[in-house]
């Protein structure tokens, strides 16, 4: 192991990784050579990717701030979830809930609703959102509430989202999600319906 400074007790460090390692190891703090260039490209390695990855966290809390002014929403929105609805001729209803954690897509918390018995696309909408929020209200671990719902739809879906919540009683003073419904724009009005 390549190390850029030497360590306080480098006996005992090189006994406890020996032994984690199961065999011999070897510290070198290298002043010259091939070696002193592989440790200091890896010391620039390390030095542009902690970089990269600040500017990335700068440039997401950002956007969210941006998003939240522009929306007037009530909390920084770090986790978003998405729900859109779709089915064959009414038949075989499904629901999809997309998951934004700090402005990244988290797949692993993607879900799918079957939706029961439903024709109406606003009946399969409440029933989705309905089962989400009875996991969040009733503590479920993992089911905690996001700050930001988006439902695909306009006015009327919107209004659906906003019965679900209601329903789903959560004691007064919760911190409950805002509500934003997307829509094709139509000349005549705006694409973003929130509450």
């Known amino acids: 192991i390549l190390l850029p400074i030497p360590v306080e007790d480098m006996a005992a460090t090189r006994a406890l990784l020996a032994e984690i390692r199961g065999g011999a190891v070897q510290l070198l703090v290298p002043r010259r050579g091939e070696r002193r260039k592989l440790l200091e490209l890896a ?22 701030e941006k998003l939240q002014q522009r929306l007037r929403l ?3 929105p770090r986790r978003i979830e998405c729900f859109d609805v779709s089915g064959m001729l009414g038949q075989l209803m499904v629901a999809s809930m997309a998951v934004m954690q700090d402005g990244q897509p988290t797949p692993a918390a993607y879900r799918r609703f079957r939706i029961e018995e439903s024709k109406d696309d606003f009946a399969a909408l409440y029933q989705a959102l309905a089962r989400r929020l009875r996991r969040a209200r009733q503590g479920e671990a993992g089911w905690e509430l996001p700050e930001l719902i988006v439902v695909d739809g ?22 409950v999600p805002d509500l934003v419904a997307l829509a094709k724009q139509r000349p005549d009005e705006p694409s973003l319906a929130a509450k």
């Open 154 to 175: 306009g006015k009327g879906h919107l209004s659906v989202a906003q019965a679900a919540l209601h329903d789903a009683a959560f004691p007064p003073g919760a911190a």
């Open 74 to 76: 009530t909390r920084l």
């Open 43 to 64: 010391q620039r390695n390390a030095r542009s990717n902690f970089l990269s990855r600040r500017q990335r966290n700068v440039d997401t809390a950002a956007a969210l």
